[in-house]
């Protein structure tokens, strides 16, 4: 079973900017294409940004053009650059591995979440 231990959350103002990172165990990580949840409090976890194997993203139209998905096969590590941060990307983040089908990222259902990290945008 593999873990993921996401880190780099924080609180910042409105306009600033943080760099998440999951590290992900295993040996299989460069098989993967890699996903960033989050989670807003009362609201559906929704998916942000993912990255294929041969490194191709892909981006919700909420935050396209200004957060930033890489991965560093190996470090078994995705990142999510994260800039002109807003109060509505206040959430906890989430990393996961997954499978594209066509051009859909699908998680891993058997994978357990991680305990994510907060990310707080707030004047």
């Known amino acids: 079973q593999v873990e993921f231990v996401e880190s780099g959350g924080g609180s910042v103002q409105p306009g600033g900017s943080l760099r998440l990172s999951c590290t992900a165990s295993?040996?299989?990580?460069?098989?993967?294409?890699m996903g960033w949840y989050r989670q807003a409090a009362g609201k559906q976890r929704e998916l942000v940004a993912s990255?294929?194997?041969?490194?191709?993203?892909k981006y919700a139209d909420s935050v396209k053009g200004r957060f930033t998905i890489s991965r560093d096969n190996a470090k078994n590590t995705v990142y999510l650059q994260m800039n002109s941060l807003k109060p509505e990307d206040t959430a906890v983040y989430y990393c996961?591995?997954?499978?594209?089908?066509?051009?859909?990222?699908?998680?891993?259902?058997?994978?357990?979440w991680g305990q994510g990290t907060q990310v707080t945008v707030s004047s």
């Open positions: 295993g040996s299989t990580f460069s098989m993967y294409a």
């Open positions: 990255i294929q194997i041969n490194r191709a993203t």
């Open positions: 996961t591995r997954g499978t594209y089908y066509g051009a859909t990222y699908y998680r891993t259902r058997d994978d357990y």
